[in-house]
């Protein structure tokens, strides 16, 4: 069998070159430089990827301000065929994604990424549907007042910034939906993950996108900055951490441009003592570490009521025993490489925080992976116990694959465990008292609460969060408004 890296080397010839696309024109080289690519599973650089200056992000804002006019007057019924052509696209493209996926973020090809991939292609297909059916209102005035009714109408330029640890289901939850509304866009992906966002350009201009509609520019923070400081950029949405969002707010604040924030999250997962333990342990233990516990809204504090704590400590340190951390390429893999070295060196920073001030028991991992996996960014899946809730183990994002199980003798002290963080992303809870779930649902400070396992995300329903979790939602009627501005018109 060939080793990983023969494997990954292999992989990496089928990436596209990658660069700025402005109005329809791609740019593989810019006075900006490089940015060499490192896959993190290999620690070794397999691309290098062109980078966008200022003068790319003027290009890429003037080309979309210049397309918004004929895409706004373009019918409904054509945006939505050419949306219904782009999901049609992406899953036959699905392989490439997934592929792209492993090696450009490290998750894994056949779970994550497959997982992402359905996720795309629906949330695409849902606002397709949505885009001929915007709708006004017209409003019952009486006989002397004036015929008043409104208009639906996109903003304008809409500046899409997206984070790197899911950018195939990132770019399908803003991109359809701003499109849907009439809107045109300059997106910038994290320069860690830029090739899924090439391809996703690609098949959108296939599938029938006029040149300008959508634009990609590829940087850092300077190229974020010229972004969300321009001012004829009319909405901002993004996606990543708190810190970055204050930034973004901040360069948005001089020409007060709204925004849409979809920030971290410190789930808790309140089990019960009457939970269905066959069902709640396996969960418990193997979506708080999927994609390498690199999501925002995965249940990364257990809180386990004092009946059940020690099975249920037992159960899950068995379930995560049992789960592969390897090459993200293969099929038994569950778990990849984090995303690059800065975070191999935090998640290590925090655990080791965390055995020197005693914060919980270790036991489980608490190091770095070794042998084959010791030149990518893999950490081994590691578990706490017994952790103190105010601790920082328990307080703070730690986007790795780091669970803390916490006990509770009350459902009154489970749910002050779970509200005592800034974040307000996603809870979870588990138990057979749905009573119980419908009390501590409307309790709970977050934006969505999943109960006794069910996904936490819906392409129906919004999603979103409260405090430091942020702004706005995605999702559903409400994640279509988010790119629409109402206009009231009023007729004598």
Known sequence: MPSLL?????????LTRAGSLVGGELFTSTSAGTHEHINPATGQVQASVALSGPDAVEAAVAAARAAAPAWRDTPGTRRREILERLAALILEHGEEFKTFS??????????????????????????????????GLVVDTGPNDPFVYTIPEPFGVVAIIITWNAPLLSLAMKIPPALAAGNTIVLKPAEFTPFTSV??????????????VLNLVIGGPDTGAALTSHKHVDKITFTGGPITATRIMQSAAANLTPVVFELGGKGANLLFDDADLDAAIPFSGAFALANTGQGCALPTRLLVQRGVYEQVVAGVKAVVQGLVTGDPLLPDTFAGPL????????????????????AGRLILGGARSGGELGGGYFYDPTIFADVDPDSSLAQNEIFGPVLSIIPFDTEEE??????????????YVQTRDIGRARRLARLLHSGTVSVNGTPNLHVAAPFGGVGMSGIGREGGKEGLLEFISTKTVLVR
Do not use: C
Not at 199 to 210: D, H, K, S, Y
Not at 339 to 358: S, Y
């Open 339 to 358: 995303i690059n070295q800065v975070a191999l060196d935090r998640v290590t920073g925090i655990v080791e925080k965390a055995k020197a001030e005693r």
């Open 6 to 14: 023969q494997r990954h080397h292999e992989a990496a010839q089928r």
């Open 414 to 427: 489970a749910l002050r465990i779970a509200n005592g963080t800034e974040y307000g992303l996603t809870n």
């Open 102 to 135: 492993a090696l450009e973020s490290g998750a894994v090809a056949h779970h994550a990424a497959s997982h992402f991939l359905k996720m795309a292609v629906e949330w695409t297909r849902y606002y397709a549907g949505w885009a001929d059916k915007l709708e």
């Open 199 to 212: 391809l996703f350009l690609a098949l959108a201009r296939e599938a029938g996108l006029p040149d300008g």
